[in-house]
């Protein structure tokens, strides 16, 4: 794979990552997953949540195989609980009434599922996926008192340098 189709199979495993135990419901909902450059701006943070961003960062020649990239990528997720004066909900969860569903959900419910899925990209399926470093921000205030808690996933793929490779599956 080269770096455009890493980022596009990252948006897909997240876009179609679902809750375990059974529910067929998605973690990120239909429209929660997105490819950004840059940190979104209070007016750009998507409305439903959880969701997440996948950025692509500095990518390097790798040293034992110079047609090989070593393509950094930062993947941020975030999480609103309504209800929440402290920020505690959104970053363990609050109260649920569906196991199932993303609504109340806290960041390190959804890391705890998205993580694994991330890592589990390997070589047959044409990635190969390395987790440098995984952070969770202090929960932030949005307008009207609402507080957001963000995680940042940091990996580092190495990826083809040409810009036709087989797709990915």
């Known amino acids: 794979m080269n770096p455009l189709q890493i980022a596009q199979q990252i948006k897909h495993v997240l876009a179609t990552l679902t809750w375990p135990g059974g529910s067929q419901d998605l973690v990120f909902g239909a429209r929660g997953v997105f490819v950004f450059a840059g940190t979104p701006t209070e007016e750009q943070i998507p409305a439903g949540f959880p969701w997440a961003m996948v950025g692509l960062d500095t990518g390097t020649p790798d040293e034992d195989q110079p047609e090989l990239i070593r393509q950094g990528l930062t993947i941020l997720m975030a999480a609103e609980v309504a209800g929440d004066p402290l920020g505690e909900f959104s970053m363990i969860g609050g109260a649920a009434a569906d196991l199932g569903k993303s609504v109340g959900r806290g ?58 490779y087989a797709s990915p599956q």
């Open 107 to 164: 960041i390190l419910e959804v890391m705890s599922v998205a993580r694994p899925a991330i890592q589990d990209l390997v070589t047959s399926d044409g990635a190969q996926i390395m987790v440098s470093s995984a952070s969770f921000g202090t929960p932030a205030t949005l307008g009207g008192g609402r507080h957001i808690a963000v995680s940042e996933l940091n990996i580092e793929a190495l990826c083809v340098s040409s810009l036709h």
